[in-house]
């Protein structure tokens, strides 16, 4: 074999060793990515998907049920008070601890008060409610990303980022899912008053966290505000990291858009199969995605992570237009979801380390907000004309456009490779 090829082959059995990964995963600072997740997670359906099936079973108009989905609109406008985190402090715990502490305290209370609340008597009271709760989880999200960006070394971050995402993923899961299943045994009120347990559990994983080092605080609201813009704008090249933003998980979020459209209607699939296989099955190799790419990423580097895994996402997307050609097969699909969600969950692992390392510590809480709202615009901007696409050319034609769709952040990422090197030595 020539000489070239075995170091290749040591090279890939080096990545794929996890030996030297076993004193990183003994760290405390990865060990609390794990509830930090699921505290993160928890909220989210309470205020969303959960609510709305009680108020469907509670007999709620449907007018009604449809303007409590304005109770999330604090996730989108995050960015908005994140400042403020930035620059005040809570008198415990530290900078970022003491403001995850207060918030899930808030949140606490917040699902205790939604699980004595009747919302088919008392409809405002439980929407003013569950705005505060969606406001206290929005405002927790800030932290704990800023917390987490602050807390992990950079060869830390891609598995923190794995163990973060696993334990959000499975907090959606016990929030929307086991909560769901519960409701049907042991009624609303003691459902959501057991959620309200597992969140105060969370504030434990608050409580041992380890400190983040000491970082230059904002002198005051002005510098908090104007100054993570001022320090991101007077780096080089910093235009075309944005722009990187945008465009890295773009195809991923085009097809995504009408994924499960299309396994209902373009295939012919029922409901319960995508539900079986493209949510339960695809949460499963989300997951397995995340810890195998944050796993590779302590070898391969912030560029190689997000070349090779950026890559796979945008290939994934064609093995549903393979399933278009294919028809209904259960082994085609069960392929495709699970390659799509494997590729999915590491291109995250890689993109949401890349964010971390773009953010100064001094401003970590906005720097990121911003950053993850900027990231989004593509969930919404390209669902609209999906539909429109998809009716022009049809299903093949419309996931082979989602992985050219890809190609042009690739490209970028590519011209900007000696950024991204720069960004792993800081």
Known sequence: MPYSSKKTLAR?????????????????????MLPMGLAS????????????????????????????????????LKFLWS???????????????????????ILTAGITAMALTSPAKTPLAMAYLALIVAFSSASQDIVIDAYRTDLLKEKERGLGVAFSVTGYRIAMLISGALALILSDHIGWRDTYLLMAGIMALGMLGTLIGPKTESSSVPKDMTEAIIGPLKEFFSRPAAISMLVLVVLYKLGDAFAGTLTTAFLIRGVGFSPADVGTINKGFGLLATLMGALVGGSLMTKMGLFGALMLFGLLQAVSNLSFMVLAWIGKSYCAMIAAVGIENISGGMGTAAFVTFLMALCDHRFTATQYALLSALASLGRVFMGPPSGFLVRWVGWP??????????????????????????LERN
């Open 12 to 32: 890939i059995a080096e990545i794929l060793c996890l030996r030297s990964l076993l004193p990183m995963l003994t760290s405390r600072r990865l060990a609390v």
């Open 41 to 76: 997670g928890l909220p989210l359906a309470l205020t969303g998907g959960t609510l709305q099936a009680w108020l469907t079973v509670d007999g709620v108009d449907i007018r009604t049920i449809g303007l409590f989905s304005l109770v999330g609109i604090p996730y989108t």
């Open 83 to 105: 400042p403020v985190m930035d620059h005040f402090s809570v008198p415990w715990l530290g900078r970022r601890r003491g403001w995850i502490l207060f918030t899930q305290g």
């Open 397 to 422: 034609e419309f996931f082979f456009i989602t992985t050219l769709t890809a190609l042009p952040g690739l490209l970028l990422l590519w011209w900007m490779r000696r950024q991204i090197y720069s």
